[in-house]
C-alpha cells in the first residue's frame, strides 16, 4: 500500500514501510542551505566584531531604530497623506517624548482623528 503526500503541488508516493519521499537532490538542497545559513551566522559574527572595535561602532547602537525607520518610510511610500500627516504626529511625540508608547498612541489618535474628520 502506498501513502500519497502533497509538497509544493507534487504528488510524492512513499512506501509505508518507512520510505522516504526526499530524493537525493532535495537531501543535497537540504544540506547546502543549513551550510550557507551557518556561513552567514559566522560572517556575520565576524563582521559585527570587527565593526564593534572600529570607528562605526555606534552604527550598531542605532542599527535598531534604523530598520525601524526604513520600515515605516518605506511603508509610507503611495499612501495618502492623512497617513503622512499621522507619521508626522508620531515623528514628534517621538522627538519631543523619546517614549515609544507615547509616539504610537499619538500616531494612532492623530490617523484616527483626521479619518473621523474624513480627510
Known amino acids: 500500500m502506498h501513502t ?3 509538497l ?3 504528488l510524492l508516493e512513499a512506501q509505508d514501510r518507512g520510505g ?3 530524493s537525493a537532490s532535495h537531501w543535497a538542497v537540504v544540506g547546502l542551505l543549513v551550510v550557507a545559513a551557518f556561513a552567514i551566522r559566522v560572517a556575520g559574527l565576524i563582521a559585527g566584531e570587527r565593526i564593534r572595535v572600529s570607528r562605526q561602532a555606534w552604527v550598531l547602537d542605532e542599527l ?3 530598520i525601524v525607520v526604513s520600515l515605516v518610510a518605506s511603508s509610507l511610500i503611495g499612501q495618502p497623506p492623512p497617513t503622512w500627516i499621522a507619521a508626522g504626529v508620531a515623528l514628534g511625540a517621538a522627538i519631543a517624548t523619546n517614549q515609544v508608547i507615547v ?3 499619538l500616531g494612532m489618535l492623530a490617523y484616527a482623528g483626521l ?3 474624513g480627510s
Open 20 to 22: 522516504s519521499p526526499m
Open 115 to 117: 479619518g473621523w474628520l
Open 8 to 10: 509544493g503541488g507534487d
Open 64 to 66: 535598531p531604530g534604523l
Open 103 to 105: 509616539a504610537m498612541v
Open 4 to 6: 500519497i503526500l502533497r
